[in-house]
């Protein structure tokens, strides 16, 4: 019996972490290309001494544009990549100085709207950390490819 393998995404820097792991595409009864593109995922939050961890619906195409605005910070490491879910689960921006040094700002929220609890903290890492993200944005990716007409397709 072969092992499925992990597939997840994760930052992490001096005890400061944030990991998405994607588990299932959640099964919603409609033919709209929208509604067969969620993903239900587990985000586990570190920062400083506060931690937990939460289910969000996320979208494919979400993990999709963050691989592919990450690649951009690889060839150029400068600008910036971010990862915002429409519901407002998590919001990462990853600014590069050009130097291959990068700083992480995340915005976490375990029940987006108006009674959810919030942790904001930042982190960083440097460029050779990157092959090792977009890896695992990949893996993600393949396994839950975007479905439908989206402006924004799988690379």
Known sequence: ???KQEIYFELFDS???VRLEPIEFLQYESNHDWDKNWVKTKLTIKGGNFSGQYTGEI???EFEK???EISQLYDNLKGTARFNDI???LDLKISGDGLGHFEVNVAACD???IFGNKLKFSMTFDQTEINELIR???SIV???PIEGNFKIKNE
């Open 1 to 3: 019996m072969e092992d």
């Open 15 to 17: 005890g400061d972490l």
């Open 59 to 61: 979208m494919t195409v």
């Open 66 to 68: 963050f691989k592919q």
């Open 87 to 89: 519901e407002g689960y």
């Open 111 to 113: 029940k987006p709207g």
């Open 136 to 138: 695992q944005l990949d």
């Open 142 to 144: 393949k396994e839950f």
